[in-house]
């Protein structure tokens, strides 16, 4: 599966952006799709994950009450709906895709959209 991330920008803390990640190839396999972020001078971490069959979610608590994960299968696209944002949230955002849970990871990585919280 290829994947191809976008929406990222600069805001002022406490705005919005709705990132999104377009899925294309062997769709119809995946498992689950999820979103990480990697700030400067940090390890990438989870943000969000949603599964592609049923759409249930989970979140990191970092982003709970703020963030949405969704999915629109018809589109093969998934969409993180980041409110409220906080410096802290910058980052460079990431998409992900995976067959199976039984790796212990994801396979597929999109090239990352930047996000840039200003204060």
């Known amino acids: 599966v290829q994947l191809q991330a976008s929406g990222g920008g600069l805001v002022q803390a406490g705005g919005s952006l709705r990132l999104s990640c377009a899925a294309s190839?062997?769709?119809?396999?995946?498992?689950?799709m999820g979103w990480f972020r990697q700030a400067p001078g940090k390890e990438r971490e989870f943000v969000a994950a949603?599964?592609?069959?049923?759409?249930?979610?989970y979140n990191a608590n970092s982003v709970k009450g703020r963030f949405t994960i969704s999915r629109d299968n018809a589109k093969n696209t998934v969409y993180l709906q980041m409110n409220s944002l906080k410096p802290e949230d910058t980052a460079v955002y990431y998409c992900?895709?995976?067959?199976?849970?039984?790796?212990?990871?994801?396979?597929?990585w999109g090239q990352g959209t930047l996000v840039t919280v200003s204060s």
């Open positions: 949603i599964s592609w069959s049923d759409g249930g979610t």
């Open positions: 190839g062997r769709t119809f396999s995946i498992y689950d």
């Open positions: 992900a895709a995976r067959y199976s849970v039984a790796t212990g990871g994801y396979d597929y």
